[in-house]
């Protein structure tokens, strides 16, 4: 069985940090492309950044300066450095692990992790 514990979140002032973490289980860690997605309050499921299998990073102009994405492939781990924090950033932020194989694509997704924003 496959799954994905994230942790890390909690509530944290404007302008401060957090690093989230997402342990992996049940899969090939190092195979799989990892990436992190959140849903604010109301609004739809947002992607923030993934890494690929060979540790090429992506993510949306809109946070590439602020996020950064890493995984340690020994630990089966994935990380979201997420750094100049605003209220917008207030979501549950989501681990998830995507795969193609033979044309069909598999994807698991993680429990999430709550991160508050506010003074």
């Known amino acids: 069985e496959v799954q994905l514990v994230e942790s890390g979140g909690g509530l944290v002032q404007p302008g401060g940090s957090l690093r989230l973490s997402c342990t992996a289980s049940?899969?090939?860690?190092?195979?799989?492309?990892m990436k992190w997605l959140r849903q604010a309050p109301g609004k739809a499921l947002e992607w923030v950044s993934g890494i690929s299998s060979q540790d090429y990073t992506y993510y949306p102009d809109s946070l590439k300066r602020r996020f950064t994405i890493s995984k340690d492939n020994a630990k089966s781990a994935v990380y979201l450095q997420m750094n100049s924090l605003d209220p917008e950033d207030t979501a549950v932020y989501y681990c998830?692990?995507?795969?193609?194989?033979?044309?069909?694509?598999?994807?698991?997704r993680g429990q999430g992790t709550r991160v508050s924003v506010s003074s």
């Open positions: 998830a692990a995507d795969i193609t194989v033979r044309g069909v694509d598999y994807t698991h």
């Open positions: 049940g899969l090939n860690f190092r195979s799989w492309h």
